[in-house]
Protein backbone atom coordinates (compact mmCIF):
# COMPACT_ATOMS: atom_id res chain seq x y z
CA UNK A 1 0.00 0.00 0.00
CA UNK A 2 3.19 2.24 0.65
CA UNK A 3 2.86 5.74 2.28
CA UNK A 4 -0.18 6.87 3.62
CA UNK A 5 -2.34 9.47 1.22
CA UNK A 6 -1.99 12.80 1.16
CA UNK A 7 -3.84 14.91 3.85
CA UNK A 8 -4.68 18.63 3.33
CA UNK A 9 -4.38 18.25 7.33
CA UNK A 10 -0.49 18.13 6.80
CA UNK A 11 -0.02 19.62 3.99
CA UNK A 12 2.56 22.81 4.71
CA UNK A 13 0.04 25.19 3.26
CA UNK A 14 -2.73 23.69 6.47
CA UNK A 15 -3.24 26.10 9.18
CA UNK A 16 -5.27 24.23 11.99
CA UNK A 17 -8.18 26.55 13.45
CA UNK A 18 -6.91 27.78 17.36
CA UNK A 19 -9.27 28.21 19.94
CA UNK A 20 -8.36 30.19 21.87
CA UNK A 21 -9.25 29.22 25.30
CA UNK A 22 -11.18 26.44 27.43
CA UNK A 23 -14.30 28.29 27.08
CA UNK A 24 -14.18 28.46 23.01
CA UNK A 25 -13.63 24.49 22.97
CA UNK A 26 -16.64 24.11 25.06
CA UNK A 27 -18.73 25.93 23.13
CA UNK A 28 -17.99 24.22 19.98
CA UNK A 29 -18.58 20.94 21.76
CA UNK A 30 -21.75 21.91 22.45
CA UNK A 31 -22.55 23.53 19.02
CA UNK A 32 -21.58 19.56 17.54
CA UNK A 33 -24.28 17.92 20.15
CA UNK A 34 -21.02 16.84 22.40
CA UNK A 35 -21.64 18.74 25.48
CA UNK A 36 -24.59 18.21 28.25
CA UNK A 37 -24.70 21.20 31.07
CA UNK A 38 -25.46 19.64 34.47
CA UNK A 39 -27.31 22.26 36.71
CA UNK A 40 -28.43 19.83 39.57
CA UNK A 41 -26.24 20.35 42.07
CA UNK A 42 -23.22 17.28 42.16
CA UNK A 43 -21.14 16.05 45.33
CA UNK A 44 -17.23 16.13 44.86
CA UNK A 45 -16.86 12.72 46.38
CA UNK A 46 -17.15 10.31 44.02
CA UNK A 47 -20.55 11.69 42.35
CA UNK A 48 -18.58 13.96 39.84
CA UNK A 49 -16.04 10.67 38.86
CA UNK A 50 -18.94 8.16 38.69
CA UNK A 51 -20.16 10.42 35.93
CA UNK A 52 -17.56 10.70 34.54
CA UNK A 53 -16.73 7.42 34.05
CA UNK A 54 -19.84 6.49 33.01
CA UNK A 55 -19.50 9.09 30.27
CA UNK A 56 -16.19 7.54 29.02
CA UNK A 57 -17.40 3.84 28.83
CA UNK A 58 -20.89 5.18 27.12
CA UNK A 59 -19.49 7.59 24.56
CA UNK A 60 -21.69 10.06 26.07
CA UNK A 61 -21.20 13.86 25.78
CA UNK A 62 -18.63 15.53 28.20
CA UNK A 63 -20.24 16.69 31.26
CA UNK A 64 -20.03 20.42 32.36
CA UNK A 65 -21.59 20.59 35.98
CA UNK A 66 -22.15 23.46 36.81
CA UNK A 67 -23.04 23.52 40.53
CA UNK A 68 -20.72 21.49 43.22
CA UNK A 69 -21.67 21.14 46.46
CA UNK A 70 -19.21 22.45 48.98
CA UNK A 71 -16.58 24.77 46.98
CA UNK A 72 -16.53 28.28 46.14
CA UNK A 73 -19.88 29.70 44.12
CA UNK A 74 -19.54 29.89 40.60
CA UNK A 75 -16.84 27.25 39.75
CA UNK A 76 -17.15 24.57 37.62
CA UNK A 77 -15.76 21.61 36.19
CA UNK A 78 -15.53 20.00 32.76
CA UNK A 79 -15.13 16.15 32.77
CA UNK A 80 -13.75 14.40 29.95
CA UNK A 81 -12.31 16.65 28.12
CA UNK A 82 -10.70 14.47 25.77
CA UNK A 83 -13.01 11.33 25.94
CA UNK A 84 -14.42 9.27 23.02
CA UNK A 85 -17.57 10.27 21.89
CA UNK A 86 -20.28 7.88 20.11
CA UNK A 87 -21.38 10.40 18.02
CA UNK A 88 -21.34 8.94 14.35
CA UNK A 89 -18.39 9.30 12.45
CA UNK A 90 -17.06 11.36 15.07
CA UNK A 91 -15.61 9.07 17.51
CA UNK A 92 -12.78 11.71 18.40
CA UNK A 93 -14.27 15.10 18.19
CA UNK A 94 -13.29 16.54 20.91
CA UNK A 95 -9.44 15.65 19.93
CA UNK A 96 -10.44 16.78 16.70
CA UNK A 97 -11.78 20.24 17.72
CA UNK A 98 -8.97 20.90 20.54
CA UNK A 99 -6.22 20.27 17.74
CA UNK A 100 -8.20 22.95 15.62
CA UNK A 101 -8.80 19.65 13.21
CA UNK A 102 -12.27 18.94 11.11
CA UNK A 103 -14.48 17.12 13.57
CA UNK A 104 -14.50 13.97 11.25
CA UNK A 105 -10.87 13.58 11.55
CA UNK A 106 -9.72 10.13 12.54
CA UNK A 107 -6.89 8.95 14.84
CA UNK A 108 -4.71 8.21 11.43
CA UNK A 109 -5.14 11.98 10.47
CA UNK A 110 -4.58 13.73 14.10
CA UNK A 111 -1.69 11.44 14.28
CA UNK A 112 -0.46 12.67 10.99
CA UNK A 113 -1.00 16.34 11.47
CA UNK A 114 0.93 16.22 15.20
CA UNK A 115 3.70 14.20 13.95
CA UNK A 116 4.40 16.65 11.30
CA UNK A 117 5.29 19.25 13.62
CA UNK A 118 7.74 17.47 15.75
CA UNK A 119 11.16 18.61 14.13
CA UNK A 120 9.55 21.90 12.91
CA UNK A 121 11.30 25.48 13.85
CA UNK A 122 9.41 26.11 17.12
CA UNK A 123 7.62 29.66 17.54
CA UNK A 124 8.41 30.76 21.02
CA UNK A 125 4.99 32.35 22.51
CA UNK A 126 4.02 35.71 23.07
CA UNK A 127 4.52 37.46 26.39
CA UNK A 128 1.39 39.37 27.33
CA UNK A 129 0.93 41.86 30.29
CA UNK A 130 -2.08 40.22 31.90
CA UNK A 131 -4.79 37.46 31.67
CA UNK A 132 -8.78 36.64 32.67
CA UNK A 133 -7.56 34.82 35.26
CA UNK A 134 -5.69 37.66 37.22
CA UNK A 135 -9.08 38.78 37.95
CA UNK A 136 -9.19 37.07 41.43
CA UNK A 137 -5.37 36.43 42.78
CA UNK A 138 -5.28 34.59 46.46
CA UNK A 139 -2.17 34.63 48.37
CA UNK A 140 -0.69 34.42 51.86
CA UNK A 141 -3.14 32.92 54.47
CA UNK A 142 -6.07 33.26 52.43
CA UNK A 143 -5.08 30.54 50.55
CA UNK A 144 -7.08 27.58 50.72
CA UNK A 145 -7.37 25.36 47.98
CA UNK A 146 -10.12 23.12 49.52
CA UNK A 147 -12.46 26.41 47.87
CA UNK A 148 -11.86 24.74 44.40
CA UNK A 149 -13.71 21.89 42.95
CA UNK A 150 -11.85 19.11 42.99
CA UNK A 151 -12.97 15.84 43.20
CA UNK A 152 -12.69 12.79 44.84
CA UNK A 153 -12.71 10.71 41.60
CA UNK A 154 -12.59 6.79 42.29
CA UNK A 155 -13.78 4.77 44.91
CA UNK A 156 -10.83 3.80 47.03
CA UNK A 157 -8.20 6.83 45.64
CA UNK A 158 -6.69 8.24 48.89
CA UNK A 159 -6.57 11.70 47.66
CA UNK A 160 -8.55 14.10 46.55
CA UNK A 161 -6.55 14.95 42.86
CA UNK A 162 -7.10 18.85 41.87
CA UNK A 163 -4.48 18.21 38.85
CA UNK A 164 -5.51 15.04 36.06
CA UNK A 165 -5.28 17.32 33.10
CA UNK A 166 -3.35 20.87 33.82
CA UNK A 167 -0.15 21.85 32.94
CA UNK A 168 2.92 21.96 35.06
CA UNK A 169 5.18 24.53 34.00
CA UNK A 170 8.66 22.87 35.38
CA UNK A 171 11.72 25.28 34.83
CA UNK A 172 15.13 23.30 34.23
CA UNK A 173 17.69 25.56 36.11
CA UNK A 174 19.98 26.63 33.32
CA UNK A 175 16.90 28.67 32.31
CA UNK A 176 17.09 27.86 28.47
CA UNK A 177 14.33 25.12 29.03
CA UNK A 178 10.71 25.32 30.31
CA UNK A 179 8.78 21.87 30.66
CA UNK A 180 5.39 21.75 30.22
CA UNK A 181 3.61 18.70 31.37
CA UNK A 182 1.02 16.61 32.93
CA UNK A 183 1.21 14.78 36.15
CA UNK A 184 -1.09 13.90 38.70
CA UNK A 185 -1.28 15.87 41.76
CA UNK A 186 -3.20 15.48 45.07
CA UNK A 187 -4.52 17.99 47.95
CA UNK A 188 -3.07 17.86 51.01
CA UNK A 189 -3.98 20.37 53.33
CA UNK A 190 -5.39 24.15 52.74
CA UNK A 191 -1.62 25.94 50.84
CA UNK A 192 0.17 22.49 49.71
CA UNK A 193 -0.21 19.69 47.93
CA UNK A 194 1.85 16.13 47.26
CA UNK A 195 2.57 14.76 43.41
CA UNK A 196 4.27 12.31 41.13
CA UNK A 197 7.93 12.75 39.73
CA UNK A 198 8.58 9.73 37.77
CA UNK A 199 12.29 9.62 36.29
CA UNK A 200 11.70 8.98 32.91
CA UNK A 201 9.60 11.94 32.35
CA UNK A 202 10.95 15.66 32.30
CA UNK A 203 9.06 16.47 35.26
CA UNK A 204 11.16 14.42 37.02
CA UNK A 205 14.52 14.40 35.46
CA UNK A 206 13.83 18.51 35.96
CA UNK A 207 12.83 17.96 39.56
CA UNK A 208 15.96 15.46 40.19
CA UNK A 209 18.75 18.66 38.62
CA UNK A 210 17.27 21.02 41.17
CA UNK A 211 17.64 18.41 43.98
CA UNK A 212 21.31 17.86 43.08
CA UNK A 213 21.53 21.50 43.48
CA UNK A 214 19.97 21.90 46.68
CA UNK A 215 17.62 24.45 45.72
CA UNK A 216 14.05 23.86 45.54
CA UNK A 217 11.98 23.95 42.47
CA UNK A 218 9.47 26.70 41.50
CA UNK A 219 6.75 25.65 39.46
CA UNK A 220 3.52 27.13 38.20
CA UNK A 221 0.29 24.60 37.62
CA UNK A 222 -2.29 25.94 34.77
CA UNK A 223 -5.31 24.34 34.91
CA UNK A 224 -8.10 24.74 31.89
CA UNK A 225 -6.59 26.48 28.82
CA UNK A 226 -6.65 26.81 25.28
CA UNK A 227 -7.82 23.29 24.45
CA UNK A 228 -4.17 22.37 22.03
CA UNK A 229 -2.09 22.94 25.06
CA UNK A 230 -2.95 18.85 26.60
CA UNK A 231 -1.62 17.72 23.59
CA UNK A 232 1.74 18.87 23.87
CA UNK A 233 2.10 18.55 27.01
CA UNK A 234 1.42 14.90 27.39
CA UNK A 235 3.75 14.66 24.04
CA UNK A 236 7.33 13.10 25.06
CA UNK A 237 9.28 15.92 23.04
CA UNK A 238 12.59 15.05 22.90
CA UNK A 239 15.13 16.88 25.58
CA UNK A 240 15.41 20.82 25.63
CA UNK A 241 12.20 21.28 23.79
CA UNK A 242 10.16 23.72 25.29
CA UNK A 243 6.29 22.79 24.52
CA UNK A 244 5.14 26.51 24.14
CA UNK A 245 7.48 26.90 21.16
CA UNK A 246 6.52 23.40 19.73
CA UNK A 247 2.43 24.60 20.05
CA UNK A 248 3.63 27.62 18.40
CA UNK A 249 4.87 25.50 15.57
CA UNK A 250 1.62 23.40 15.01
CA UNK A 251 -0.60 26.49 15.26
CA UNK A 252 1.93 28.66 13.40
CA UNK A 253 2.17 31.70 15.46
CA UNK A 254 2.88 32.28 19.18
CA UNK A 255 0.76 31.54 21.72
CA UNK A 256 0.22 34.38 24.37
CA UNK A 257 2.20 33.62 28.16
CA UNK A 258 1.93 35.48 30.99
CA UNK A 259 4.03 35.84 34.15
CA UNK A 260 2.82 34.15 37.18
CA UNK A 261 2.15 36.61 40.22
CA UNK A 262 4.84 35.17 43.14
CA UNK A 263 7.52 33.75 40.58
CA UNK A 264 8.80 34.48 37.32
CA UNK A 265 7.37 31.65 35.24
CA UNK A 266 5.41 32.15 32.47
CA UNK A 267 2.05 30.31 32.25
CA UNK A 268 -0.78 30.04 29.05
CA UNK A 269 -2.78 33.67 29.40
CA UNK A 270 -5.85 31.20 28.51
CA UNK A 271 -6.03 29.46 31.96
CA UNK A 272 -8.78 29.14 34.13
CA UNK A 273 -6.75 28.85 37.10
CA UNK A 274 -3.51 29.12 38.16
CA UNK A 275 -1.68 27.81 41.09
CA UNK A 276 2.15 28.40 41.62
CA UNK A 277 4.83 27.98 44.26
CA UNK A 278 7.84 26.10 44.51
CA UNK A 279 8.44 22.23 45.62
CA UNK A 280 10.33 21.18 48.07
CA UNK A 281 13.20 19.23 47.62
CA UNK A 282 13.39 17.58 50.91
CA UNK A 283 9.50 17.34 51.98
CA UNK A 284 7.72 14.40 51.40
CA UNK A 285 4.38 13.12 52.30
CA UNK A 286 2.33 10.16 51.33
CA UNK A 287 0.20 10.42 47.89
CA UNK A 288 -2.09 7.73 46.70
CA UNK A 289 -3.47 5.76 45.53
CA UNK A 290 -5.22 6.52 42.34
CA UNK A 291 -7.18 4.20 39.69
CA UNK A 292 -4.57 5.06 36.79
CA UNK A 293 -4.21 4.42 33.01
CA UNK A 294 -3.42 0.65 33.28
CA UNK A 295 -7.42 0.70 34.02
CA UNK A 296 -6.73 -0.72 37.61
CA UNK A 297 -7.04 0.35 41.12
CA UNK A 298 -3.85 -0.91 43.04
CA UNK A 299 -5.07 0.05 46.65
CA UNK A 300 -1.40 -0.76 48.42
CA UNK A 301 0.16 2.01 46.34
CA UNK A 302 0.31 4.88 48.52
CA UNK A 303 4.12 6.42 48.75
CA UNK A 304 5.90 9.39 49.97
CA UNK A 305 5.79 11.74 46.93
CA UNK A 306 7.31 15.24 47.22
CA UNK A 307 5.14 18.28 48.40
CA UNK A 308 4.05 21.36 46.69
CA UNK A 309 4.17 24.72 48.48
CA UNK A 310 1.23 27.12 47.25
CA UNK A 311 2.33 30.58 47.11
CA UNK A 312 -0.98 31.80 45.27
CA UNK A 313 -3.65 30.69 43.53
CA UNK A 314 -5.28 32.52 40.60
CA UNK A 315 -8.54 31.99 38.75
CA UNK A 316 -10.75 33.46 35.85
CA UNK A 317 -14.92 34.33 37.15
CA UNK A 318 -16.82 31.12 37.11
CA UNK A 319 -13.58 29.48 36.97
CA UNK A 320 -13.53 25.47 35.01
CA UNK A 321 -10.98 22.82 36.19
CA UNK A 322 -10.87 20.13 33.43
CA UNK A 323 -11.22 16.30 34.86
CA UNK A 324 -9.92 13.00 33.73
CA UNK A 325 -11.45 10.00 35.64
CA UNK A 326 -8.39 7.84 34.84
CA UNK A 327 -8.97 3.99 34.67
CA UNK A 328 -10.41 1.57 32.38
CA UNK A 329 -9.96 2.59 28.33
CA UNK A 330 -10.62 4.39 26.65
CA UNK A 331 -9.87 8.09 28.62
CA UNK A 332 -7.77 10.83 27.85
CA UNK A 333 -4.63 8.98 29.31
CA UNK A 334 -5.07 6.27 26.04
CA UNK A 335 -6.40 9.06 23.91
CA UNK A 336 -4.25 12.70 24.36
CA UNK A 337 -1.36 10.69 25.82
CA UNK A 338 -1.75 7.52 23.35
CA UNK A 339 -1.41 9.76 20.15
CA UNK A 340 0.98 12.26 21.29
CA UNK A 341 2.91 9.38 21.66
CA UNK A 342 2.32 7.66 18.45
CA UNK A 343 2.62 11.12 16.84
CA UNK A 344 5.93 11.67 18.45
CA UNK A 345 7.32 8.15 17.25
CA UNK A 346 5.77 8.26 13.97
CA UNK A 347 8.25 11.39 13.65
CA UNK A 348 11.26 9.87 15.22
CA UNK A 349 10.77 6.84 12.63
CA UNK A 350 10.30 8.77 9.87
CA UNK A 351 13.74 10.86 10.59
CA UNK A 352 15.25 7.54 11.43
CA UNK A 353 14.54 6.09 7.76
CA UNK A 354 12.50 3.35 8.72
CA UNK A 355 9.96 2.39 6.58
CA UNK A 356 6.42 3.04 8.49
CA UNK A 357 2.91 3.95 7.67
CA UNK A 358 1.85 4.14 10.96
CA UNK A 359 2.26 4.30 14.00
CA UNK A 360 -0.57 4.19 16.98
CA UNK A 361 -1.18 3.25 20.58
CA UNK A 362 -4.72 1.32 20.31
CA UNK A 363 -7.33 2.61 23.12
CA UNK A 364 -8.15 -0.67 24.01
CA UNK A 365 -4.55 -1.86 24.67
CA UNK A 366 -4.13 0.66 27.86
CA UNK A 367 -0.78 2.35 26.15
CA UNK A 368 0.86 -0.99 26.91
CA UNK A 369 0.73 -2.11 23.03
CA UNK A 370 2.42 0.19 20.36
CA UNK A 371 1.09 -0.53 16.52
CA UNK A 372 3.82 0.12 13.89
CA UNK A 373 2.27 -0.50 10.38
CA UNK A 374 4.60 -1.04 7.28
CA UNK A 375 4.29 -1.32 3.63
CA UNK A 376 3.79 -4.64 1.87
CA UNK A 377 7.51 -3.89 0.38
CA UNK A 378 9.01 -3.06 3.11
CA UNK A 379 11.56 -5.42 2.81
CA UNK A 380 12.46 -3.70 -0.70
CA UNK A 381 12.75 -0.11 0.79
CA UNK A 382 15.10 -1.39 4.01
CA UNK A 383 17.24 -3.91 2.74
CA UNK A 384 16.47 -6.36 5.36
CA UNK A 385 14.72 -9.79 3.97
CA UNK A 386 14.13 -11.66 7.18
CA UNK A 387 11.38 -10.38 8.77
CA UNK A 388 12.42 -11.39 12.74
CA UNK A 389 15.67 -9.03 11.69
CA UNK A 390 13.76 -6.31 10.71
CA UNK A 391 10.99 -5.96 13.34
CA UNK A 392 14.02 -6.89 15.96
CA UNK A 393 15.88 -3.43 14.61
CA UNK A 394 12.73 -1.87 14.16
CA UNK A 395 11.42 -2.72 18.06
CA UNK A 396 14.88 -1.65 19.92
CA UNK A 397 14.90 1.86 18.21
CA UNK A 398 11.76 2.25 19.52
CA UNK A 399 12.67 1.03 22.91
CA UNK A 400 15.53 3.14 22.83
CA UNK A 401 13.49 6.34 22.66
CA UNK A 402 11.27 8.61 25.43
CA UNK A 403 7.90 7.46 23.49
CA UNK A 404 8.89 4.27 23.07
CA UNK A 405 9.56 3.60 26.46
CA UNK A 406 5.80 3.31 27.31
CA UNK A 407 4.57 0.29 25.85
CA UNK A 408 5.73 -3.11 27.19
CA UNK A 409 4.15 -4.48 23.40
CA UNK A 410 5.32 -3.65 19.99
CA UNK A 411 3.41 -5.13 17.18
CA UNK A 412 4.97 -4.78 13.71
CA UNK A 413 2.42 -5.50 10.91
CA UNK A 414 1.65 -4.66 7.28
CA UNK A 415 -0.49 -1.78 6.62
CA UNK A 416 -3.51 -3.90 5.82
CA UNK A 417 -4.22 -3.66 9.04
CA UNK A 418 -5.78 -0.35 10.27
CA UNK A 419 -3.85 0.28 13.79
CA UNK A 420 -6.24 2.56 15.22
CA UNK A 421 -9.02 0.11 14.76
CA UNK A 422 -9.09 -2.16 17.77
CA UNK A 423 -10.87 -5.39 16.18
CA UNK A 424 -8.46 -5.17 13.13
CA UNK A 425 -5.39 -5.28 15.70
CA UNK A 426 -6.56 -7.83 17.48
CA UNK A 427 -7.66 -10.22 14.20
CA UNK A 428 -3.64 -9.30 13.39
CA UNK A 429 -2.59 -10.21 16.94
CA UNK A 430 -4.87 -13.34 16.29
CA UNK A 431 -3.83 -14.55 13.17
CA UNK A 432 -0.57 -13.10 12.38
CA UNK A 433 1.38 -13.91 15.19
CA UNK A 434 2.66 -17.16 16.18
CA UNK A 435 2.66 -18.22 19.40
CA UNK A 436 5.51 -19.35 19.62
CA UNK A 437 8.02 -18.36 17.38
CA UNK A 438 7.01 -14.87 17.08
CA UNK A 439 7.82 -13.17 20.08
CA UNK A 440 11.39 -11.55 20.28
CA UNK A 441 12.03 -11.13 24.02
CA UNK A 442 13.80 -7.67 24.91
CA UNK A 443 15.12 -7.68 28.60
CA UNK A 444 15.96 -4.57 30.93
CA UNK A 445 13.94 -1.96 29.66
CA UNK A 446 13.21 0.97 31.05
CA UNK A 447 9.23 -0.15 32.81
CA UNK A 448 6.75 2.31 34.20
CA UNK A 449 5.99 1.39 37.62
CA UNK A 450 2.22 1.50 37.03
CA UNK A 451 2.42 -1.58 34.75
CA UNK A 452 0.25 -3.61 37.36
CA UNK A 453 1.98 -7.14 35.84
CA UNK A 454 5.21 -5.90 36.89
CA UNK A 455 6.74 -8.20 39.96
CA UNK A 456 7.52 -6.27 42.88
CA UNK A 457 11.27 -6.19 42.13
CA UNK A 458 10.62 -4.74 38.75
CA UNK A 459 8.61 -1.84 40.04
CA UNK A 460 11.50 -0.18 42.14
CA UNK A 461 14.40 -1.14 39.42
CA UNK A 462 11.53 0.18 36.82
CA UNK A 463 13.17 -2.41 34.78
CA UNK A 464 11.93 -5.41 32.99
CA UNK A 465 11.40 -7.41 29.92
CA UNK A 466 9.36 -5.93 26.54
CA UNK A 467 8.25 -7.81 23.75
CA UNK A 468 8.66 -7.27 19.70
CA UNK A 469 5.83 -9.13 18.22
CA UNK A 470 5.80 -10.04 14.59
CA UNK A 471 3.04 -10.26 12.70
CA UNK A 472 4.96 -9.90 9.09
CA UNK A 473 4.10 -12.00 6.38
CA UNK A 474 6.60 -14.99 6.59
CA UNK A 475 9.96 -14.90 4.62
CA UNK A 476 9.78 -18.03 3.03
CA UNK A 477 5.78 -16.86 1.08
CA UNK A 478 5.64 -16.13 -2.48
CA UNK A 479 3.35 -13.63 -4.42
CA UNK A 480 1.24 -16.73 -4.44
CA UNK A 481 1.38 -17.82 -1.16
CA UNK A 482 0.74 -14.55 0.26
CA UNK A 483 -2.68 -14.38 1.93
CA UNK A 484 -4.94 -11.66 1.15
CA UNK A 485 -7.12 -9.91 3.72
CA UNK A 486 -10.87 -10.77 3.02
CA UNK A 487 -12.70 -7.64 3.58
CA UNK A 488 -14.25 -5.46 1.11
CA UNK A 489 -11.20 -3.16 0.52
CA UNK A 490 -8.84 -5.88 -0.48
CA UNK A 491 -10.63 -8.70 -1.97
CA UNK A 492 -12.69 -7.40 -4.77
CA UNK A 493 -11.84 -5.22 -7.56
CA UNK A 494 -11.28 -1.15 -7.10
CA UNK A 495 -13.73 -0.58 -10.23
CA UNK A 496 -16.56 -2.94 -7.97
CA UNK A 497 -16.09 -1.08 -4.66
CA UNK A 498 -16.31 2.05 -6.48
CA UNK A 499 -19.68 0.94 -8.33
CA UNK A 500 -21.12 -0.74 -4.70
CA UNK A 501 -20.37 2.33 -3.20
CA UNK A 502 -21.73 4.60 -6.10
CA UNK A 503 -25.01 2.71 -5.74
CA UNK A 504 -25.41 2.37 -1.99
CA UNK A 505 -28.49 4.73 -1.42
CA UNK A 506 -30.11 3.11 -4.75
CA UNK A 507 -30.00 -0.87 -2.62
CA UNK A 508 -31.62 1.30 -0.44
CA UNK A 509 -29.67 2.35 2.50
CA UNK A 510 -28.57 5.44 4.01
CA UNK A 511 -25.54 7.82 3.01
CA UNK A 512 -22.95 6.91 5.23
CA UNK A 513 -22.13 9.28 8.23
Known sequence: MGSPAPSRYTDPGFTPQHLKDLREFITALREHGDLVEIDEPVDWNLEIGAIIRHVLETGAPAPLFNRINDSQPGFRVLGAPGGVSALPGRALIRAAIALGLPVTATGTDIVEALSRVVDAPPIAPRIVDNAPFQANIVTGDDIDLFALPTPLIHCGDGDRFINTFGTIVAPHPDGEWTNWSISRIALRDKNTMVGLFQPMQHLGQIFGVWKERGENMPFALSLGQEPVVPYF????????????????????????????????????????????????????????????????????????????????????????????????????????????????????????????????????????????????????????????????????????????????????????????????????????????????????????????????????????????????????????????????????????????????????YPAPS
Open 233 to 508: AGAPLPDHISEAGAIGAYLKKPIDVVKAHTNDLHVPASSEIVIEGWVSIEETALEGPMSEYPGYLLPAGRSAKPVYHVTAISHRDNAILPVVAAGYPAEEDHTVWGISNSAVMLADLRKHDFPVTGVYLPFQGANHLLVITVPINWRELSGITSRHEFAHKLGLHVMGTKPGMVAPRILVVEDDVDPTDDGDVLWALSTRVHPVDDTIFIHDQVAVPLIVYLTSTEKRSMSAAKAILVGLHRDEWTEQDRPVKADFWHNFPAELRHKVLGKWTTYG
